[in-house]
């Protein structure tokens, strides 16, 4: 174990230096970042011995890592924003087709107005592409989360594609302390894929899905992601006994709600801000919840911890317009507790220390609303 | 899983057989004939995106499958001695 100050981007691309991928295929413009900058230094380097396919766009990376997985290697990609949105149509072919690809996003908003800094928006509108998306606090969370994946989405029970999400900026380009393993001891088995290209047995790949039979394969995906709930949660208990950190069950994390009446929901980043001001202010009465894995949703744990408390609020740095965060209008069914909406840090904007507490007292008072963190419009909008 | 592969929706609707029995020549609108002209120089087989053109080595003549050629014509316009022509598949 070697601790190294690197950013998130980095310790993805250290955790792909264990983890071995056969195939590497990225697009190198913005808005990329650096991980395949890292990882195309480690192959000219030859500390990573990783076929590394330079395209010309992020529908052929992902079309690239598709190809590859079909031929039955590992393999690995990464993009963000609208490298993510260039990318959709061939994301659900690759869930669909049931093969095991990890990918990093580093959340950053879509255009227009044209924008490259941080939100949620790129993953949350690939929400239904049928990927695993699990969303990392910190730099050591990223490298560990890809190690995860890999064990997560290769497992036979599962074979469905994770997106590992770190917020851009805020993970991708910071600087932090990171345990780097120096080897994976056992923990990630040898990739044995379910399909490969063997010219002696032919099979059929890509095959059509007619009237008869389509709606049965959805269903498959649809129980593996809900299997994927309970090897989530396995494959975080075996990561801490061999390298000693978790992060909660797997897919939540709870911090602070012992003694609280009150919860606040986020994900990713922001909530290692939010830990600092319980901390800071000596808030007992508010605890949080991260949710680490936004697919599979971890329904049952939510519900249960929802309706143990008075009042709950989320804040989301992703809108879905016509109702409010993807992630409140999902929790809002689970609990009759009442749920406030706080959208904010769109576009890369700073969410303070003064807004988080300004968040707290909208959800102490039981407010059930949407609202736009430190938003300034004039005026009414009495919609 | 188990329950799944017995109803035969193999995970990923992979397969596990040839695509062969499916032939697709029916698909044609356009119907490339190898006439007389033809050196045998394989450029058409290279590049035919099907894998349904082979140089026979007897005859040292392109062949077409047509069973699974499509009639995209690439081969005709990539023969350098203009030995392919087109006629309307019936």
């Known amino acids: 174990m070697v601790k190294k100050v690197v950013e998130a981007s980095q310790a993805i691309a250290e955790a792909l230096k264990l983890c071995k ?30 076929e590394y396919i330079r395209v010309e766009s992020e529908h052929s990376a992902m079309s690239a890592c598709f190809g590859a997985a079909c031929a039955g290697v590992r393999t690995f990609t990464a993009t963000a924003s609208q490298g993510l949105e260039l990318m959709h149509e061939i994301l659900h072919i690759v869930s669909g087709s049931r093969l095991p690809i990890v990918m990093a996003v580093a959340n950053r908003a879509v255009s227009g107005p044209i924008n490259i800094w941080n939100d949620w928006s790129d993953a949350m509108a690939a929400r239904d592409c049928g990927w695993i998306q699990l969303y990392c ?15 997560i989405s290769e497992n036979h029970e599962i074979l469905l594609p994770t997106m590992v999400c770190i917020d851009g900026f805020y993970l991708s380009h910071t600087y932090e302390p990171v345990d780097v393993p120096d080897s994976l001891n056992g923990f990630l088995p040898d990739y044995d894929p379910v399909v490969s290209i063997d010219m002696k047995n032919p099979i059929t790949q890509g095959s059509f899905g007619t009237p008869p039979h389509f709606q049965e394969f959805r269903e498959q ?6 299997r994927a709930k309970r090897v989530i949660k396995q494959t975080n208990k075996e990561f801490a006994e061999k390298f000693g950190r978790s992060y909660g069950n797997g897919l939540i994390e709870t911090y602070n709600i012992d003694k609280a009446k009150h919860i ?45 408390y008075e009042s709950v609020g989320v804040l989301e ?23 406030a909406d706080f959208i904010g840090g769109l576009g890369g904007r700073d969410i303070t220390l003064d807004n988080i507490r300004e968040v707290f007292d909208k959800i102490r008072s039981s407010d ?5 963190l430190g938003s300034k419009l004039k005026g009414d909008y009495d919609d | 899983m188990n329950d799944e592969k017995e109803e035969k929706f193999n995970i990923g609707a992979h397969v596990y057989e040839s695509s062969e029995s499916n032939k697709t020549g029916s698909w044609r609108a356009f119907k490339p004939i190898v006439t007389d002209k033809c050196i045998g120089c394989g450029t058409c087989e290279k590049t035919c995106p099907d894998g349904t053109i082979k140089v026979n080595p007897k005859t040292k003549k392109a062949e077409i499958d047509y069973d699974y050629c499509k009639g995209c014509l690439i081969c005709m316009n990539v023969c350098p001695v203009k030995a392919i022509e087109k006629e309307i598949e019936k």
């Open chain 1, 221 to 226: 995906q649809y129980h593996a992601m809900n």
């Open chain 1, 137 to 151: 606090e910190t730099a050591q969370e990223a490298l560990d989360t890809v190690i995860q994946a890999y064990k």
């Open chain 1, 264 to 308: 606040i929901i986020s994900l990713g980043s922001i909530c290692g801000t939010i830990k600092y001001l319980l901390e800071k202010d000596n808030i007992k009465d508010v605890g949080l919840v991260r949710i680490k894995s936004f697919r599979p949703f971890p329904e049952e744990e939510l519900r249960e911890i929802l309706n143990e």
């Open chain 1, 368 to 372: 059930t609303g949407v609202h736009w």
């Open chain 1, 21 to 50: 991928p056969a195939v590497i295929a990225a697009y190198p413009i913005t808005p990329q970042t650096h991980i395949v900058e890292h990882l195309s230094q480690m192959v000219a380097d030859g500390d990573l011995k990783s």
């Open chain 1, 317 to 339: 740095k992703a809108v879905t317009l016509g109702i409010g965060g993807p992630v409140w209008s999902e929790l809002r069914g689970l609990t009759s507790k009442p749920i």
